[in-house]
Nanobody
């Protein structure tokens, strides 16, 4: 398995929460920084959160205070807890290394925030 496997997306009402999870191979996870990206229809893909192997976290301004990234270096997973979701958070969500590598994109998981 080369590509990460993302899960946890779905349909949620504004103000709701979702938790995304990404399982990555040893090859991918050995790279220092992992990140969650998202892409909405008609928009460029953007990095929303990243975390180093040592646990340093950083967020896009649009999600600060609402999203929390975490990683388990033993299980090789990276999670994204998303709270207070807004309609503008609707997008396909993907995990990859930071900076991303084209060959490491997975299928992603769709998040739709709508009432």
């Amino acid at each position: 398995q080369v590509h990460p496997v993302e899960s946890g997306g779905g349909l949620v009402q504004p103000g709701g929460s979702l938790r995304l999870s990404c399982a990555a191979s040893r090859t991918i996870f050995s790279i220092d920084t992992m990140g969650w990206y998202r892409q909405a229809p008609g928009k460029q893909r953007e990095l929303v959160a990243r975390i180093t192997i040592g646990g340093y976290m950083d967020y896009a301004d649009s999600v600060k205070g609402r999203f929390t990234i975490s990683r388990d270096n033993v299980k090789r997973t990276v999670d994204l807890q998303m709270n207070s979701l807004k309609p503008e958070d609707t997008a396909g969500y993907y995990c990859n290394v930071v900076p991303f590598r084209a060959g490491y994109w997975g299928q992603g998981t769709q998040v739709t925030v709508s009432s």
